[in-house]
Nanobody, 126 residues
Framework: QLQFVESGGGLVEPGGSLRLSCVAS????????VGWFRQAPGKEHEAISCSSGNDFSTYYSDSVKGRFTISRDIDKNAAYLEMNNLKPEDSGVYYC???????????????????WGKGTRVIVSP
């Protein structure tokens, strides 16, 4: 089982920023496609961003485009989701998920992903 952990969630006011991290150990994260999903209470998982494993091309949902940025740090064996101008509707549990397929099949579906982290909670509230 691959070991990777999300962190960086928390409580933030509307308009604020957070950076989520997905840090891997024991394997090379850069060989996987990385997706970020979120799940709001009572809702299905929503794919919000993806970074392809073959060329690191990036994809975003319309709901976060222009506000969120996915990136990778090869040396730190990590992926990140920079979230700016946060809105209350961005609240939820955010998951880092990995796919052995080297290309984001955008929009990603939950069943596309092979491995899931445990998630980190984001609350956007005044």
């Amino acid at each position: 089982q691959l070991q990777f952990v999300e962190s960086g969630g928390g409580l933030v006011e509307p308009g604020g920023s957070l950076r989520l991290s997905c840090v891997a150990s024991g394997f090379t994260l850069s060989t996987y496609t990385v997706g970020w999903f979120r799940q709001a209470p009572g809702k299905e998982h929503e794919a919000i961003s993806c970074s392809s494993g073959n060329d690191f091309s990036t994809y975003y949902s319309d709901s976060v485009k222009g506000r969120f940025t996915i990136s990778r740090d090869i040396d730190k064996n990590a992926a990140y989701l920079e979230m700016n101008n946060l809105k209350p509707e961005d609240s939820g549990v955010y998951y880092c998920a990995l796919d052995v397929w080297q290309k984001c099949d955008w929009p990603m579906r939950r069943d596309d992903m092979d491995y899931w982290g445990k998630g980190t909670r984001v609350i956007v509230s005044p």
